[in-house]
């Protein structure tokens, strides 16, 4: 064991974000805010800076407020999926633990369904809606991620609490996403 | 909007947590290693710091690994539970994704049940055994928190996948937690 125990932690996206995040424009409709998750997600695996997982948070002006990639393996921390960088950087930049604490909606996009962590963290979040590309099944299928155990009527919970689910958009592009990592070896976990 | 991207955070447990925490004993047994996610709760309370919710890893020898409380408020950010907390700091200790990827066994002691988020991400961190103080359905009796909603047989799944559960461990003592913070007016969230 090291010497002290760890009191605090600091978790990072890589550099690169901000060679292909634009703050100035907005990205009306769903499929321009998850072609840049998907993105993020494609990006990640050519960098070789994380697992095939993107994700990006949206205002209800369409105006991107936080992306996130997956950093569990760089970071040392099996928290750090897409979805939780993204919803911790986009609670950080508005000083608020729920996004809509405020008021206003916010939209998160993801690259591919969230696995059981993430899909628990959606409903502390303050988000009103959730766009996904590739299915759970598709991650299980095309690697060898585990997507864990989520309630039978997964879309239903998140709906009951007002989060409104929309599925395959741009499935086959981040399906694509996914079989790249795949085919280049991994790491899964 | 603030101006731009967040592309990195810091999540701290308070300082007050160096004056209860001791590296050098060790916890034998379930109930000691309870007590102290209690107390941790309890001086969270206390020191209104947080939520009414504390957690402790402990390696197979019995000895501390992290310590966690709820930072949800003062840290902006809905995923600061207790166990997210203790997580990812027994992560960055050990300096890996997986607390057992090295081999090992990990017990998490947590004074309440976990929360559909935190639950999910029992999934990834490495661990072998949960202890379980009060009750999901104590927390959401004593308080107004939500503890979302979580696999009909969520403790099978945790087995399935490697993890023991062993529940009610000090319960009244955890319960008494939440009912004092519940008394003193919350927040919840």
């Not at 060679?19 to 998907?38: C, F, N, Q, S, W």
């Not at 309630?151 to 599925?167: F, K, N």
């Not at 395959?168 to 070896?185: H, I, K, M, P, T």
Request: glycine letters at 10%; one cysteine or more.
């Amino acid at each position: 064991m090291g010497a002290e125990l760890v009191s605090a932690f600091r978790l990072a996206l890589p550099e690169w974000i901000a060679d292909i995040t634009d703050e100035d424009r907005a990205y009306p409709g769903d499929l321009a805010k998850m072609e840049l998750a998907v993105r993020l997600a494609r990006e990640n695996v050519r960098r070789a800076s994380g697992g095939p997982f993107g994700a990006a948070i949206f205002d209800e002006a369409d105006r991107l407020v936080a992306v996130g990639v997956n950093r569990v393996v760089p970071m040392h921390a099996s928290i750090a999926h897409a979805e939780i960088m993204a919803i911790v950087c986009a609670q950080q930049r508005l000083g608020r633990h729920r996004l809509d604490e405020g008021g206003g909606r916010f939209l998160l996009a993801t690259s591919a369904q969230p696995c059981c962590q993430c899909y628990g963290a959606l409903f502390w979040a303050g988000l009103s809606e959730l766009l996904i590309g590739a299915r759970g099944e598709d991650v299980e299928r095309l690697t060898e991620f585990d997507e864990g155990p989520l309630p039978e009527d997964w879309i239903g919970a998140l709906a009951r609490r007002g989060i409104t689910v929309r599925r395959d958009l741009l499935r086959e592009e981040a399906c694509a996403v996914l079989a790249e990592y795949a085919s280049a070896g991994g790491p899964f976990y």
